[in-house]
Nanobody
Framework: QVQLVESGGGLVQAGDSLRLSCAAS????????MGWFRQAPGKEREFAVA????????WYADSVKGRFTISRDNAKNTVYLQMNSLKPEDTAVYYC?????????????????WGQGTQVTVSS
């Protein structure tokens, strides 16, 4: 079992930056590939970014590529999402997730453990 807690969301203006954190507890964090998903009001949850167990490889949705960066610190049991050049369309609840079996998956059902989410609102 892995428990995940996101933090760092908030209200910002277009063009600003935010860094989200996801703190993990429970089983060995470094065993799990991680991902960030987001869900905007009235829309389905969508993949944003993912990272391998060791942090050596990452995947990005086209909508965030070049603006978002995922990283992890296994010693601190934490994964980060640095978001730059934020746009109003980035407004969503952001969830971190851990996968027990699949690295880099863009499918939510490949992730077994989820945080409660953190709200990011970008005003124009």
């Amino acid at each position: 079992q892995v428990q995940l807690v996101e933090s760092g969301g908030g209200l910002v203006q277009a063009g600003d930056s935010l860094r989200l954190s996801c703190a993990a507890s429970g089983r060995t964090f470094g065993n799990y590939p991680m991902g960030w998903f987001r869900q905007a009001p009235g829309k389905e949850r969508e993949f944003a970014v993912a990272i391998t167990r060791g942090g050596d490889y990452t995947w990005y949705a086209d909508s965030v590529k070049g603006r978002f960066t995922i990283s992890r610190d296994n010693a601190k049991n934490t994964v980060y999402l640095q978001m730059n050049s934020l746009k109003p369309e980035d407004t969503a609840v952001y969830y971190c997730a851990a996968s027990a079996r699949s690295s880099g998956s863009q499918l939510s059902y490949d992730y077994e453990y989820w945080g409660q989410g953190t709200q990011v609102t970008v005003s124009s």
